[in-house]
């Protein structure tokens, strides 16, 4: 088995030099690095992590704690994470939690004994367990992804991505009554829950700046997943005075009332107009394309690497909050009225 030597010597250069181009800790000529790669790949060789770790106090590791990995919208994040990740040789090591005490305990000392540079923790919401378990690891570099305002101490988890949701909800409401809707429904997500009180707030706020009047029966609370939009819709098609718009919490319920509005005879947007909420890819091919709120989820991928690379260069400059802009996308699922 090839050794760094043996890279050494066919490239004509010393080993450090070797290990600075395999590592990428300081700057090689060009010629040089590609003699040096040149000499790697003829020689099949493998550096061994385990000594370069050893040895370089790092593993070139990052962890990503995330509520659940299938989530469309949560998977498009990952995606910039990852990208970003790759391109800066860096391994993304993914836990997919589902919400679940246990697991995100579990994985927070795996990820702490696999001695991960940096750690990524997006979440639907930061509860008081899951920070207290952060707490634990303060020494660790991290990145918490958060869309509440309140219960973060920031100070303790180093750096913080927010959602302005509550302004992403006055956007959507606000479009809805722009487009001369008076009648306005919501289906939201569980109100137990931090980031859907702030949107359903966001939503009362532009209805009362329009003094337009908030029905409560046309207020269904959701679960963020395709069965609880289709069952709200349910309740909707069921009443005998139905809203002409709604703002629906996101894309995914989005969809399923769209489908079972549509199986009920009712058309979008002829009948209802619908506006959503995350604009995930899937938005711009359904059937009307959706009119939704766009959150940067790629580019907010990018954006949690590059916090969590300056606080592991430097674990002492002060915690940094970046908020994202949601933004209106508009499609053809909202009607304009006369």
Known sequence: MATIKDVAKMAGV?????????????????????????????LNYSPSAVARSLKSNTTRSIGMLVSDANAPFFM??????????????????????QGNPKKQKDYLQMLAEKRVDGLIVMCSELNNELQIN????????KVVMDWSDVGIDSSK?????????????????QYLIDMGHTKIGCITGPLNRHTCKDRLQGFYQAMTQAKLKVNPDWIIEGDFEFESGSQAAKKFIAMPER??????????????????????????PKDMSIIGYDNIEFSAYFSPPLTTIHQPK?????????LLFERMKNKDHEPQTFTMTPELIERKSVKKMR
């Open 157 to 173: 988890i180093n750096d913080k991505i927010t959602d302005n949701t509550r302004k992403g909800s006055i956007l959507a409401t």
């Open 298 to 306: 790629r580019r907010l991928g990018k954006t949690a690497v590059e």
């Open 14 to 42: 010393s080993t450090t030099t070797v290990s600075h181009v395999i590592n990428k800790t300081r700057f090689v000529a060009d010629q040089t690095t590609k003699r040096v790669w040149q000499a790697i790949n003829d």
């Open 243 to 268: 809203p002409t718009g709604l703002y629906i919490f996101n894309d995914i319920m989005s969809f399923s009332a769209i489908s079972t509005f549509v199986d009920s005879g009712i058309l979008v």
């Open 76 to 97: 498009e994040i990952i995606a910039g994470v990852e990208k970003y990740c790759y391109k800066n040789g860096y391994t993304l090591i993914l836990c997919s939690t």
């Open 134 to 141: 952060l707490e634990k690891y303060q020494s660790l570099p």
